[in-house]
């Protein structure tokens, strides 16, 4: 079976650091864009930041760029996201999630999907 | 960022209903919207990639549909799993955005 398992999540104070760990097993994560989604209590899902497999590209949402940091470790078969300046509003479940390319022949066309979730690891940002 | 709108919120069903959820996109995505499936305290599963795709293993009662700013989920035949929140993701440029979900009750 293809996993992933969300690491470190847990309280944290306004204004401080949480890192968080994704680890995969059963498949070779270097092959993939790895992506962190995240999803505040009762909310919808908030697409979070990507990595390149080879860690060279990132992508960020507007509302955590400078703050949050996405990682990968390819040796570990690992991706992370070190959380700095944490706000209340960053509260949430936070998932990652595999990224992959799917070929269409019908349409001669790729397309990506987030074929693979975790089960998210929660963050709680209060006083 | 683009802005994906899906409808309705929610809605009410029946086991063997057809049942239709359209999301659209503030701009052009051609094809590159996904479907997703979301069970409370669950991760999310891919139904649909490409816009009109189907998820291996996913059952054939699901389609996709539509392009550019205007796609839809159907769901013929409603079963008692499908009782879920289903979100459409634009993966035509950064961010990525998703809609802001549709609750299906059976």
């Known amino acids: 079976e293809v996993r992933l398992v969300e690491s470190g999540g847990g309280l944290v104070q306004p204004g401080g650091s949480l890192r968080l760990s994704c680890a995969a097993s059963?498949?070779?994560?270097?092959?993939?864009?790895m992506t962190w989604i995240r999803q505040a209590p009762g909310k919808g899902l908030e697409w979070v930041a990507n990595?390149?497999?080879?860690?060279?590209?990132?992508y960020y949402v507007d509302s955590v760029k400078g703050r949050f940091t996405i990682s990968r470790d390819n040796a570990k078969n690992s991706v992370y996201l070190q959380m700095n300046s944490v706000r209340a509003e960053d509260t949430a479940v936070y998932h990652c999630?595999?990224?992959?390319?799917?070929?269409?022949?019908?349409?001669?066309?790729?397309?990506?999907?987030?074929?693979?979730w975790g089960q998210g690891t929660m963050v709680i940002v209060s006083s | 960022a683009i802005q994906m709108t899906q409808s309705p919120s929610s809605l009410s069903a029946s086991v063997g209903d057809r049942v239709t959820i359209t999301c659209r996109a503030s701009?052009?995505?051609?094809?590159?919207l996904g479907w997703y499936k979301q069970k409370p305290g669950k991760a999310p599963e891919l139904l649909i990639y490409?816009?009109?795709s189907l998820q291996s293993g996913v059952p054939s009662r699901f389609s996709g549909g539509g392009s550019g700013t205007y796609f839809i989920l159907t769901i013929t035949s409603l079963q008692p799993e499908d009782s879920a929140t289903y979100y459409c993701?634009?993966?035509?440029?950064?961010?990525?955005?998703f809609g802001q979900g549709t609750k299906v009750e059976i």
């Open positions: 999630a595999r990224d992959r390319d799917y070929y269409d022949s019908a349409r001669d066309s790729y397309y990506d999907a987030f074929d693979v």
């Open positions: 059963t498949f070779t994560l270097s092959g993939y864009w």
């Open positions: 990595i390149k497999q080879d860690g060279s590209v990132k």
């Open positions: 701009q052009g995505i051609r094809n590159d």
């Open positions: 490409g816009g009109s």
């Open positions: 993701l634009q993966d035509y440029a950064y961010p990525r955005t």
